[in-house]
């Protein structure tokens, strides 16, 4: 039997769902690397208050070398947290962009396969034309 047009349909629907999972998937790794983007800033913030308070009440001052300690320890965090993020982004992208490829190889398979199958039809229309023709010349010849 031979391979037409039409029996990709369902893989390509499939192909078309696996690249939308793969574009959700790195959406909610955007959307995660953001919201540690906002909260590196939000410490950044709260170290910057805090030292503030540690330079206006000099009683408050000894805590703030135990405070920044303790921030630098939740950046280092962060950084190693937001690498892994990025890391995995990086592999999301490419899972996309393969995902994307097998979709637009299927497409252009049957879109190979309707043209051929578009082409055998009009080919085997004309050898029916012709054979009504040569029939009607010799009936009328």
Same mark, same amino acid.
């Given at each position: 039997m031979a391979n037409t047009a039409a029996d990709l349909d369902s893989l390509i629907r499939l192909r078309k769902w696996v690249v939308d999972e793969r574009q959700r998937e790195l959406g909610a790794l955007i959307q995660r690397e953001d919201q540690l983007i906002l909260y590196g800033r939000e410490l950044e913030k709260q170290l910057i208050r805090e030292g503030e308070v540690a330079k206006s009440d000099p009683s408050s001052s000894f805590m703030f070398g135990p405070f920044a300690e303790d921030h630098k320890k939740r950046r280092e965090r962060l950084a190693i947290t937001l690498a892994a *993020? =990025? @890391?995995?982004?990086?592999? &999301? %992208?490419? =899972?996309? &962009? &393969? !995902?994307?490829?097998?979709? @637009? /190889?299927?497409?252009? *398979?049957? @879109? /190979? %396969? !309707?043209? %051929?199958? =578009?082409?055998? /039809?009009?080919?085997?229309?004309? *050898?029916?034309l012709d054979e009504i023709a040569a029939t009607q010349y010799r009936l009328n010849g």
């Open positions: *993020v =990025r @890391k995995e982004i990086e592999d &999301a %992208r490419e =899972r996309l &962009a &393969a !995902a994307f490829r097998e979709r @637009k /190889t299927m497409e252009e *398979v049957q @879109k /190979t %396969r !309707a043209e %051929r199958e =578009r082409v055998e /039809t009009n080919r085997r229309e004309q *050898v029916e």
